[in-house]
């Protein structure tokens, strides 16, 4: 195995003064901030330190805002006593203060005044004039198809203030690409094993553990803080790491052992290693005995899928699939299969989830200590309001006939509903979107097109003139996490604990906060009852008291931290009833017998490569999350060149070099709009490409004749989303895998042929 330092791994700033604050790049954009050399020195008395969570992604650390008397942010720092962070945020969240300093965010609302599609002509528009045009866009898909037409696609943290909106007008068609782009699957496969699911932060006792197998998780460069120092703690310890994944990425850099898995066949893998664990009696006998249901069902079901078999398809030799059964089966209970986290790949998801939660069960690490803790957090109350109206339909309705498990919004039955060729009585007229790019977000993007330009009327809430606000017939420009106070961070953990996020300066220009634009939408829309208040402060000041703390002790603490009502692992031998039907660890799923889903993983085939193409996968890169952090200005510096990551035998065959710019062309022949640069890598199976989501933004619009646009990130590499021709829809769940795409490679500019021509 080979060693790092913790230093090397992760560049995680560790104090205000240390890390990314101090890389050139950094300070030099601070310095032209600033009108200096370098970063003012800010003296810790003339501070003003606010206490903020992060929203470059949805780990949400909590940390605090250093701000001087003229209402300018310096930096921003963890906060010591936050779980998620432990002190010190990753280099997004230090460069968070590029989202705030953006000078190409969006400033005024604005209105179209003509043209849809590509064209976008908006003006520049007061608040009043701005809702006005909104209240009468959703009368109108009131009048016309009913509010339940009307859709909610939202993200993040701003998502719930939108939500109250909508529920309290009548419309609960809404969905997150957080769920069935993302975790959806996994959920279910948990849930249908445990009866719970894992939610963020996943409780995975890495700090405890022997034994890490990551099966497509690329920590490391999936950067979500806490989890990425206690595995980088991990490598420290000697632990044993096990990495399935055909990319050598990152984390196979620093594993036990890397195995470079042909894309798609995990599911064998999972089978091949129950059987060698279970034919062995390398499993953990008393905990399968006392808390699981199924085994024996189990042990018959897992015979025919031998290593030897595994081989075969996952190409990993019959001999490595043993040696790491054997590690894993020898860690048991301190070992942990990670759940993943983006596990929309192949459309039988939730089987494969559901095998990697099966595996932990067999081995014991569900509730011990090195496995998965129990979670517990704090329960806030909800402000008082009179109930919701009942919907006539809602996201329930078009989701959960077909799929039991679709337990959250599922975006691509909005799509599916919001298309012309969509004849049937739940037709999806209007959205409204806030937080999410769904033209990355929610391939394939031909689609997602089509049914934005079926949309009667779209309101649109970003920061940035992103992709979806040239779709837009309003644009609302939302204050960043920096400049507004949010609902209080209450996620689950190993103790309890809220963290508050609180303005540091007041919002830039014309912008506002989330919950402001919401409640005033909301009483212009007759809904007064349901803002009993002006302030969102006085609701978290209010719920704040409910559990015995208050605003003035959040604004000074930034976390607090509650006690343990319940144990975080299981005792040996104590009775525990799991919220199954058969109150047992379910290794055979009783409710998915009796829904017809397979009640124990079976091994499905996903089809070969086609000749003379590639498969896409894409992934993460440490310093930005998704296309939201491109355009900052502090994390562009430190990361601007994406790169298409090419076998050297691949490279041969499509006569690429090293650097070359090329293009991509899917199997439905569509051409990427941009090119990007290739490296020329062992680091990547002959049979893929990977490519770093989040780039090829094409958002452009018009604002009284002016061009606004992303600037540092517009045209730059590839999205994935618009090379995506087709979506495996997982049934348990309606969760959309993306990975059974192919991709060619093109090494002259197709736009410029067309140009010529
Ligand atoms: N093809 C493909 N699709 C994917 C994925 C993938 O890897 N490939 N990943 C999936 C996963 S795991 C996830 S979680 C989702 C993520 O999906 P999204 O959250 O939709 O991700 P982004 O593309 O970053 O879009 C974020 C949008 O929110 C805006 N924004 C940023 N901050 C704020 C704010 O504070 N307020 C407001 N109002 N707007 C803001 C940004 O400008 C941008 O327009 O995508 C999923 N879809
Ligand atoms: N820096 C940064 N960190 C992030 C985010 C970000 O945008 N930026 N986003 C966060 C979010 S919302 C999420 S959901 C997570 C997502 O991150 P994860 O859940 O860790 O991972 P995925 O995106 O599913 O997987 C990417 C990895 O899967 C590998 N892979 C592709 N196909 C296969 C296959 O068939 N089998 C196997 N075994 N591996 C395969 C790829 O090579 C790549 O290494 O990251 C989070 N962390
Ligand atoms: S992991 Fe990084 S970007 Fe995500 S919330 Fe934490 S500091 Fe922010
Ligand atoms: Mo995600």
Known sequence: MSKLSRRDFIKISGTATAGLAMTPPLTSIMGAIFGEEKTPHLLENEAIKTPTVCEVCFWNCAGWTYTDKEGKIHKIIGNDSDPHSNGRLCPRGTGGLGMYYDEDRLKKPLIRVKGKDGKQEFKEATWEEAFDVIIKGMKDIEKNYGKESMALLFHGKTGPHFEHLFKAWGSDTMGEPAGAQCLITREAGFIATYGAGLASPEPTDVRNTDCLVLIGNHI??????????????L??????????????????????????????????????????????????????AQYTYGFDLLKDHVQKYTPEWAASITTIPAGDIYETARMIGGASPRVIIHPGRHTAWYGDDTQRTRAIAILNAILGSWGREGGFYFPEKVKLPKEAHPPFPKPKWS????????????IMGITNEIIDHALPEYKGPYKVKGMFITATNPIQSIPPEDKVKRALQNQDFIVVVDTMPSEITGYADVVLPEATYLERL??????????????????????????????WIAREIGIRLGLKDFYEWEDFEEVLDWQLKQVGSSMEEMKRVGVKHFPRKTPMYLKDGEEYWFNTNTGKIELYSTDFAEWGYDPMPVYKDHGEVPTGFLRLIYG??????????????????LKNEPVLWLHPKAAKYYQVENGQEVWLKNLKGKVSSFGIKVRVTERIRHDSVFLPHGFGNKGRIFVNGKTEEMSRTYGRGISDSEMVYKIEKDPVTGGTGLRNNFVTILTENPHKKEALS
Do not use: C
């Open 486 to 515: 949010d609902h209080l961070r209450t996620a689950h953990h190993r103790q309890p604990n809220i963290a508050l996020r609180y303005p540091a300066v007041n919002p830039k220009w014309e912008t506002k906060p989330g919950w």
């Open 395 to 406: 996201w329930k309705t078009i989701s959960r006939d077909k799929h039991k498990l679709a």
């Open 220 to 233: 490391g460069e999936n950067m979500h803080n806490g989890h990425v120092q206690e595995v980088s703690q």
């Open 620 to 637: 993460r890169l440490p310093m930005h999350t998704f296309g939201r952090t491109l355009n900052n200005p502090y994390l562009w510096e």
């Open 235 to 288: 490598i420290d310890r000697g632990g044993t790491i096990i990495t399935v994944d055909p990319r050598f990425s990152t984390m196979a850099a620093h594993s036990t052992k890397w195995l470079p898995i042909k894309p798609s066949t995990d599911l064998a893998l999972l089978l091949a290693w129950m059987n060698v664990i279970i034919n062995e009696g390398l499993y953990d006998k008393d905990y399968v």
